[in-house]
């Protein structure tokens, strides 16, 4: 069983995944075909050698801590204080 989670900075928002996964590398008779669906996205700028593959058998969105302590806090409040902790404008 594996655990990816991914964020979004400014909203404070996420979503952690957990599934199995299997590498697929260039003896895999599906690398090829994915090989190409995957250059179609990237416009070919990445090279891929083994692709990782992951089957999400359940999902749980993840929301940071300050949501919880303060109910009124907005995405749009999130995005404030996230531009100004990074220096963005």
Not at 23 to 33: G, L, N, P, S
Not at 44 to 69: E, H
């Amino acid at each position: 069983m594996y655990v990816l989670s991914f964020i979004d900075i400014f909203i404070q928002k996420s979503y952690q995944l957990k599934g199995v996964s299997r590498v697929i590398t260039k003896k895999d008779i599906k690398f090829e075909a994915m090989e190409k669906e995957l250059l179609k996205i990237t416009l070919g700028k990445l090279p891929f050698s083994s692709i990782f593959r992951v089957t999400v058998t359940s999902v749980k969105p993840v929301i940071a801590p300050s949501y919880l302590l303060f109910p009124n806090t907005t995405e749009q409040d999130q995005i404030a204080n996230a531009k100004k902790a990074y220096g963005i404008k």
